[in-house]
């Protein structure tokens, strides 16, 4: 049985590094090292603002999911949240809905906790899995569009 809870940094870390190693190289939509990741990770466990936005899915002890999302203010003053990508294994990923028990712990919390009724996320059109699954979660394609200019 896969059990939601909080990120402990005492416990979790070198479960989790392991696991983020794995998804950097296979799934990850972003490139990223550990270092950085280990960085903002010890930099959220220290804010109470962001301490319960890192939640881990486990089972029989096993790390299979991270999740987490970021608040933040919009030029316009509008609160926005944004829930990341959610941590797994490719193999551990859609089959055991994982993504979907983090993201719904998350979307919970950020409903009952922040008082902010929309999230959004980031999902580029050929992940089919996962719009599939934003499609189960009635997670709709915002008219927006995500893109970038490396200088």
Known sequence: MII?????????????????????AVKSYFFSHWEK???????????L????????????GEILGFGT????????????????QVVTKK???FKKGIE??????LQLY????LKIDK???ICPDSDGALRSLFLKLGVKKSRYIWYENEM
């Open 119 to 121: 999230v959004h996320f």
């Open 49 to 60: 603002q962001y301490r319960n936005s890192m939640v881990v899915a486990k089972e029989d």
């Open 100 to 105: 979907e028990k983090i993201i719904r712990e």
């Open 37 to 47: 990741f280990e960085e903002e990770l010890n930099r959220r466990t220290l804010d």
């Open 110 to 113: 950020i409903k009952r906790s």
């Open 4 to 24: 939601i809870d909080r990120y402990d940094p005492r416990v979790d870390k070198d479960a989790l590094k392991e696991l983020f190693k794995d998804f950097i």
């Open 69 to 84: 999302y970021t608040l933040f203010k919009d030029y316009l003053g509008n609160d926005r949240v944004l829930i990341h």
């Open 91 to 93: 193999e551990d990923s």
